[in-house]
Nanobody, 117 residues
Framework: QVQLVESGGGLVQAGGSLRLSCAAS????????MGWYRQAPGKQRESVAL???????NYADSVKGRFTISRDNAKNTMYLQMNSLKPEDTAVYYC???????????WGQGTQVTVSS
């Protein structure tokens, strides 16, 4: 089992920044790729950014150039630096890890990000 705890969400004005963290514990040896997803009210959950164990990254077009994903393998923690935030970034943000021992992976509980105009 892998447990994930997200933090760093909150309310920010458009143009502002937030940094999300996702701390993993438990069977962290089984973690492969990690990623951030978000779900806005009335919309499907979507991928925001992904990072492999080797550090390769992939971003949704809507956040390229504004968001940066990173991970500290020694601390089993993943980050999402969000700059130039827009109201359309408002959503619950979830972290997810892919695991060698659990094909469906593990999800965090989510953290709310609200961007006011």
């Amino acid at each position: 089992q892998v447990q994930l705890v997200e933090s760093g969400g909150g309310l920010v004005q458009a143009g502002g920044s937030l940094r999300l963290s996702c701390a993993a514990s438990g069977s962290t040896f089984s973690i492969k790729a990690m990623g951030w997803y978000r779900q806005a009210p009335g919309k499907q959950r979507e991928s925001v950014a992904l990072i492999t164990s080797g550090g390769s990254t992939n971003y949704a077009d809507s956040v390229k150039g504004r968001f940066t994903i990173s991970r500290d393998n020694a601390k089993n923690t993943m980050y999402l630096q969000m700059n130039s935030l827009k109201p359309e970034d408002t959503a619950v943000y979830y972290c997810k890890v892919d695991s060698y021992v659990r094909p469906s992976g593990y999800w965090g509980q989510g953290t709310q990000v609200t961007v006011s105009s």
